[in-house]
């Protein structure tokens, strides 16, 4: 990885700046690798919180040891590089200016340090999930305000999931690419150059259980899926879900497929499920640098204003024409409730 960032710098498609802030954000990757590899041996399993009282996350979520640890990390690496401004995450009410003491750079960094929490126990794959944007200029203590960037400004993101292998994707705007942890030489190796997402996809991935709680047009196009080639959809559809996104995007970038998380009554007041800066914004632009697309049903994600910074959304993303699809059917509902209206 070290050598493809030179090359992209090189070629005038990176600065020193912001290689070097995704080196850092690697190298702490790889300490939440180890860690996350122990499991029970390193006594990371479980809930945070002691005295039986469970920590609770400004999202209102228990957290996980590893939850707070990969924090921990995470912000401890990127505290001194002189890389950044400002640093936000999932795991934190606010974001969180670089101190005075320590050199300042031009970037923001947002984190999700460990998606997929519902996962860590089980062992099964989870994940970290980043954004790198512009420090607005001339602004040197940087405020919650100053991250509420639409996902176009993004200047980098990415995702390592920890599963049978390493593996951290990357975008710089151009292209995707995969890296694979060695672990023998502790580095991160290129092993998929440009990943590109098929335009077709037989593969959906929504949590089903929730399915009585979906909006109409939601209803109409799952049901639809589901009823194959004897439907109007004309083939089969096969159903995969983690609920880790990270290993879900991870599938759907190798293969194809579309991943949702539309909204529904239990998170309406909350505007969905998953965060638009730490997971949607992020995974967004991974997706359509490879080819794909990602909307909130009704609108591009990536031209999505925020207004929050652990604001939520629906997501929709993946194979272009299945995504495209599932916004007809949005569209078409919207259009006949404002025509019956
Ligand atoms: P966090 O684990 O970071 O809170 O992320 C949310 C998440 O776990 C996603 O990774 C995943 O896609 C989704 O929630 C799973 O939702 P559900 O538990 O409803 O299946």
């Not at 799952?222 to 959809?233: H, S, T, Y």
């Amino acid at each position: 990885m070290t050598r493809h960032l030179l090359e992209e710098q090189r070629a005038g498609r990176i600065n020193a700046d912001l290689r070097l802030l995704i080196e850092v954000v690697a190298r702490a990757c790889k300490s939440i690798s180890i860690a996350v590899g122990k499991g029970a041996l390193g006594g990371v399993l479980g809930d945070a919180g002691s005295d039986g009282e469970a920590s609770i996350n400004v999202q209102g979520e228990a957290q996980k040891k590893l939850d707070v640890l990969s924090n921990e990390i995470l912000m401890e690496a990127n505290a001194w590089g002189g890389h950044l401004a400002g640093l936000a995450s999932e795991e934190m009410d606010h974001s969180v200016p670089i101190s005075d003491a320590q050199p300042r750079g031009n970037y923001l960094l947002l984190f999700d340090p460990l998606d997929g929490s519902s996962n860590i126990d089980v062992n099964i794959s989870v994940g970290t999930i980043f954004s790198v944007l512009r420090c607005p200029d001339g602004v040197t203590t940087p405020g919650d305000e100053h991250f509420l960037q639409p996902g176009t400004a993004q200047v980098a993101a990415g995702y390592c999931t920890y599963g049978p292998s390493t593996m951290l994707v990357l975008t710089i705007g151009h292209g995707t690419h995969a890296f694979t942890l060695d672990r023998e030489i502790g580095s991160f190796v290129l092993t998929q150059r440009g990943m590109t997402i098929p335009e077709e996809t037989r593969e959906f991935a929504v949590n089903m259980s929730n399915q009585r709680f979906w909006e109409a047009p939601m209803q109409a196009y799952v049901g639809d899926l589901l009823q194959g080639r004897e439907g109007p959809r004309g083939k089969d559809f096969n159903m995969r879900w983690v609920a880790s996104m990270v290993a879900d995007v991870h599938r759907i970038l190798t293969r194809g497929g579309i991943f949702s998380y539309p909204l529904d009554s239990k998170c309406a007041a909350k505007g969905g499920k998953l965060r638009l800066m730490y997971e949607a914004n992020p995974m967004s632009l991974l997706v359509e640098q490879a080819g794909g697309a990602a909307s909130t049903g009704r609108q591009r994600m990536l031209e999505v204003r925020p207004t929050g910074l652990h604001q939520r959304v629906p997501v929709f993303l993946g194979s272009r024409a299945e995504v495209e699809a599932a916004v007809r059917y949005h569209h078409e509902h919207d259009s006949q409730e404002q025509g019956d209206g």
